[in-house]
């Protein structure tokens, strides 16, 4: 009698053994559904090194679901404020801070926004090439959303004045970020430019402290990323929490998880560091509060912009 062979060589459960203890392990709490449309998950991951992240899916197209951002004000274009103080403000439910500023670090109460901001069908910040060119690309692309809470994340026209986007429609709200870390369903982390690279969008430096050899992109640090799913209709917010270097998840981590497991097809890095703050006011509580641990303290930084996400509570 012929003999069975085994289901599979010693080897092959060598690697599969090797892959499952490689891989990163992520474990996503029950999702919360405070809000019609809203969806608010919290992962831990422990590889590639131990990261906490909180995620705000927003369906843009569900009854009651609208959107602002920060208003001009001030003797700059805006006055600082917290994220959980714009929420207060506003009486949203959801809100996410929004653009890099000048001047900072500062203790300034008024300040610049970097890159294209409207608020309400104003525009009142316009694409530029920063003062950051190691770490925010010239004319980075925005998160644009037209009057009716449609969004899309857009580049500079070209040629065209820098107010205006590429594409069709109108910029009634919009929030720019250092670069799209996703595009297409593709990591983009931008590179540095220098010989291997003479085509990189980014210029080395501050005294060359970043590089292709230690890129701004790579710290290890909070992240604040706002992605769109290929369909346009789901908004996803991400609050990474970072410590000190040692806990957390480089951007082009973030962006391939994004990708990857929560489908975010284009995206955009926000202010980060001590500026993250994801703020949700507790429906059951009727109090506002970080989901996010934030570096700069218990309330968050004094940040330029955020976007407020409007929604209602669900019917009994």
């Known amino acids: 009698m012929r003999a069975l062979r085994p289901p599979a060589p010693l080897a092959v459960f060598v690697l599969i053994l090797v892959w499952v203890t490689a891989a990163p392990r992520a474990v ?3 999702a919360r559904h405070p809000y019609v449309g809203v969806t608010l998950i919290e992962r831990v991951l422990t590889t590639p090194r131990p990261a906490h992240l909180h995620l705000a899916r927003i369906d843009l197209r569900a009854p009651g679901i609208r959107v602002a951002v920060t208003a001009p004000s001030g003797g700059r274009e805006v006055v600082r404020e917290t994220t959980l103080d714009f929420l207060a403000r506003t009486g949203a439910q959801l809100a996410v801070n929004g653009h890099f500023f000048l001047p900072f670090p500062a203790d300034d109460a008024d300040a610049f926004v970097i ?3 409207a608020a309400e069908g104003r525009v009142y910040s316009a694409f530029e090439h920063p003062e950051q060119d190691f770490a925010i690309l010239p004319d980075a692309p925005a998160l644009v959303f037209d009057r009716r809470h449609r969004a899309r994340i857009a ?8 107010t205006r986007v590429a594409g069709r429609g109108t910029v009634w709200n919009a929030v720019a970020g250092s670069a ?3 595009t297409n369903g593709r990591v983009t982390v931008p590179v540095y430019r220098d ?10 430096g501050p005294d060359g402290r970043y590089s292709n050899a230690r890129s701004w992109y790579d710290l290890v640090t909070s992240r604040t990323i706002a992605g769109l799913s290929r369909d346009h209709r789901i908004l996803t917010l991400v609050a990474s929490e970072g410590r000190h270097g040692a806990d957390g998840l480089t951007v082009a981590e973030l962006a391939e998880l994004l990708r990857r497991d929560d489908r975010v097809w284009n ?21 506002a509060a970080l989901l996010n641990r934030s570096t700069d303290g218990p309330a968050g930084r004094r940040v330029a912009s955020n976007l407020a996400i409007y929604a209602t509570r669900p019917r009994p």
Do not use: E, F, K, Y
């Not at 010989?195 to 080395?204: E, K, S, V």
């Not at 995206?267 to 109090?287: C, F, K, Q, Y």
């Open 195 to 204: 010989d291997a690279h003479p085509r990189g969008a980014l210029t080395p």
């Open 267 to 287: 995206a955009v890095n926000l202010d980060g560091g001590g500026s993250t703050s994801l703020a949700w006011m507790d429906p059951a509580t009727g109090t």
């Open 180 to 182: 799209q870390i996703i």
């Open 28 to 30: 996503d709490s029950p």
């Open 115 to 117: 890159g294209l901001a």
């Open 155 to 162: 580049a500079r026209r070209p040629g065209a004045d820098p």
